[in-house]
Structures are given as structure tokens and as C-alpha cells.
């Protein structure tokens, strides 16, 4: 199933006019596990981002997230989601579009849906969707130091 997810970018023509560069129906949407699909609509490199060019930085391959820099991508969950428990030297800012899902941290487990946002801080998590429904996620990814807590590092993992 596809995310069917329209994309609109901007930029600049020769004389500095606004124009849309991209408007589309992604079709580069990938698969890491069983139960999950991503669509990267956009990444950036360095701080501050920018913004010259009119290469398409959604098509650049990436991890889960990008060393300085940013992620903008969207995830669907399906029902019974492969486990992927993992911690990401970034903050990532989400915001639930459809359905709704678990979040299981180390001791912790909290209930999402539509409409709801999140900041994941450098924590440990899984998703783990247990309903009868896919649930979509936008995620944006900026790229952070470790975190470190109790006198420890806790590097990226997963």
C-alpha cells in the first residue's frame, strides 16, 4: 500500500521569481522492516540550511537521521509492526496524521493518535501499533549530540 503522499517544493527561477519545483505524488517510498513504510520529503545538511539549487534533497539517501543536519519524512505503521527498538542522536518533532499507536520506552508505554504531537528527546523507543488500522506519522528529524544522563553516554542505536 502506498502512502500516496503529494509533495510540493519550492524554490527560485533564474530572475528570483518563486516557483514550485516539485509537485508530485512521492514514488520513492522505502521499506526498512516488515509493517513499515517511509517517504523522505526532505533533508538538509549544515546549519543554517541552505536553500540555493534546485536539486530534489528528498531522493538523498539516508539513515534514520543525517549528521548535521535535518530529516522531513513520513512513516506508515501497519497492524503488527516488526519491533524496532531505537535512539537517534537527534530531536525529532512528530505529529500523529492518522490512527493511532504505541510508543514503548524503557518503563513506559503511551497510547497516540490523530491529532496528537511529540518530541522525542534521544530516547530509546519502539513503535508498536496493536489496533486494526495503519497509523501515519510526519517526522522531523534534526540532528543532536548523544545524550547523557546518570554520568553516561547514550549513543544512537537500533
Known amino acids: 500500500m502506498s502512502l500516496n503522499l503529494r509533495r510540493v517544493v519550492t524554490g527560485h527561477d533564474r530572475g528570483g521569481k518563486a516557483i514550485v519545483l516539485i509537485d508530485e505524488i512521492a514514488t520513492h517510498e522505502k521499506s526498512s522492516r516488515p509493517g513499515a513504510t517511509s517517504c523522505n520529503v526532505w533533508t538538509s545538511e549544515g546549519f543554517p540550511v541552505d536553500n540555493d539549487g534546485s536539486s530534489d534533497a528528498g531522493q538523498r539517501a539516508v539513515g534514520t537521521t543525517l549528521a548535521n543536519g535535518s530529516v ?9 509492526v516488526a519491533a524496532r527498538n531505537h ?29 496528537d504531537v511529540l518530541v522525542q528527546r534521544g530516547t530509546i523507543h519502539n513503535w508498536v501499533n496493536r489496533g486494526s488500522a495503519p497509523c501515519t506519522i510526519c517526522f522531523v528529524l534534526i540532528a543532536g549530540k548523544p545524550v547523557t544522563a546518570g554520568g553516561k553516554v547514550l549513543n544512537a542505536v537500533g
Request: no cysteine.
Open 87 to 115: 535512539r537517534t542522536d537527534s530531536i525529532d518533532y512528530a505529529v500523529v496524521l492518522e490512527g493511532e499507536i504505541d510508543m514503548e520506552l524503557d518503563n513506559q508505554t503511551v497510547h497516540v493518535k490523530a491529532g
Open 72 to 80: 522531513f519524512r513520513v512513516v506508515r505503521f501497519d497492524p503488527g
